[in-house]
């Protein structure tokens, strides 16, 4: 039984580092600042609660795993929320956005 | 399983240093505070692993809930500050 | 001042968010003994709770529960529950804050006295950090004006380029 958990909770938390590491990439590598928010505002939110339901299946059943578990709740819903905030702001700053080049406008 | 977490700290903790170049050369201050939610979200996975580590998680998990809640609170108030400032 | 921002998303999610964040900084005020907490901390997430309500939703819809007469109020409260508890030991024939001598009025042994008097303590900090905290944002944010008198404050002196 606890192999299974130790299993589970390892595989759980690989998948959090590698969704952390592409968003880190994206972060890094995206050429405008509209685009760098996707890569950081899904792949951030996706790692953040893969890592957590894992670190909550090590633990047990427990009230610190209820906790835990209400974290990944909280995060899924306030992540996106501030993405939305931050990107509202850019749009209306006027932040020019980047389109790839020997492309003309479609009418 | 410590050495399996303290690898996976250690991770986290190289890929909070290349986001911080984000933080430093983002053209524009939009750059910088979406790299700043982001190291705070990464922050956050690291402060529960070392509680892990010294096998005192319930004291660890009341400071992470706190910090997620400052970070989105700071995100908001600075969208709310750049956009009322044109 | 800061205007009513146009957007849904982000007023329903905070809508939602924010008595939760209370009912977890009450949490944090009552634990002070055991976890990391305490009178301080608990008032600095209930007063960020309120900031987020004045953030998202405006000056003028949001001063029916925040405005700056309830937070007077609630501030000159704290801070008398605090020297009260005080000088009620003190009355009580004890040195000040010297919890144990509650034990008389409450019926309890002295040590569970120590433990009430502390938690008592405690909530009366919360009530006045709260209420600190978001009277300075409100200072900050509408410039000292208050809502009765915007007609009278003229415009601020225009710097000569």
Redesign the interface.
Known sequence: METIQNLLSGFFLLGGVFFFATATIGLLRFPDFFTRLHATGKGDTLAVTLSLVGLAIHEGMNVTSVKILMIAV?MF??QP?AT??IS?AGVRCGLEIWRKEGKEEKP | MDMFFLAVALGICFLVLLVLYRVVYGPGVFNRVAAISAVGTKTLIILLIVGFLYQRV??FV??S??YA??NF?GC??VA?YLE?ER | M??R?E?V??RT??R??IP??QI?ALY?IMHGHY???GGF?GGV?FG?SF??LL??HGYHDARSRVSEKTMIVFSSMGVLIYAGIGFLCLVLLGNFLDYSMLAGILHVDPAHARSLGILGVEIGVGFAVMAVMVSIFLDISTGGVLPGEEEDVGEPPVKEA
Do not use: C, E, N, W
Request: hydrophobic share 65%; glycine share 4%; no cysteine.
């Open positions: 909280f819903l306030a929320t939305h905030a509202r | 319930d004291m009341d400071i809930i706190v809640l400052l609170i908001v108030a709310k009322m | 800061i205007h921002g957007d998303i982000i999610i905070s939602m968010l939760f964040i977890y944090v976890s990391p907490g901390q997430i960020a900031v987020l953030l998202t």
